[in-house]
């Protein structure tokens, strides 16, 4: 959860003109909030893979349960708005 945070702010610093859109359903906010998520999805599967390998299964899923925010945002963001 802390991964699209973190890109959001990247992203705001990066693209100062991001700061004065405010409009989160506008398509600006829609394609740099996908590809927070996106950024923190990969970094979510990289460290349940990993887990798995070294079979510590409980972390793994805790890992998978931290993507249920992201599940939820990505079909708020493409299917809602």
Known sequence: MGAPLFSIAVALEAYPVLQEVGDVTNPAWRLVTMRAISFGTIINAVLFFTALNFERDRVAR????SCVPSVIAVIYFQ???
């Open 79 to 81: 299917f809602i708005l």
């Open 62 to 65: 805790g890992i998978l349960t």
